[in-house]
Nanobody
Framework: EVQLVESGGGSVQAGGSLRLSCSGAQYPASYVCMGWFRRPFNKEREGLAAIDSDGSRSYSDSVKGRFTISYDKAKSTLYLEMNDLQPEDTAKYYC???????????????????????WGKGTLVTISS
């Protein structure tokens, strides 16, 4: 059973950086896609970045150039390096894993947010101006 646990959230000032981690991202299949999502307060969930086991990456326009997704297979840990954080980045951030195959697009795995098979419980990121 895959159990994803996010960490690394916190409060920083605008322009600052954070690195989120998602442990437990191990998988039995030959292909997997992993992604980061966020849900600001009273807003819809947004896909941010995705990476698959072939090394392909995809980012949403809202974070492209500021956020970097990576995966350490030896540690079974997914990361999201976030730079130049702004107040609009304030949200709860989630990692998720999708065992289905397909091209990444716009920062999400092929099946999109609804197609993810496993989710973590999230970590809160708060950016002050």
């Amino acid at each position: 059973e895959v159990q994803l646990v996010e960490s690394g959230g916190g409060s920083v000032q605008a322009g600052g950086s954070l690195r989120l981690s998602c442990s437990g991202a191990q998988y039995p299949a030959s292909y997997v896609c992993m992604g980061w999502f966020r849900r600001p307060f009273n807003k819809e969930r947004e896909g941010l970045a995705a990476i698959d086991s072939d090394g392909s990456r995809s980012y949403s326009d809202s974070v492209k150039g500021r956020f970097t997704i990576s995966y350490d297979k030896a540690k079974s840990t997914l990361y999201l390096e976030m730079n130049d954080l702004q107040p609009e980045d304030t949200a709860k951030y989630y990692c998720a894993l999708d065992l289905g195959w397909g091209p990444l697009n716009g920062g999400v795995c092929y099946g999109g947010g609804d197609g993810m098979d496993y989710w973590g419980k999230g970590t809160l990121v708060t950016i002050s101006s």
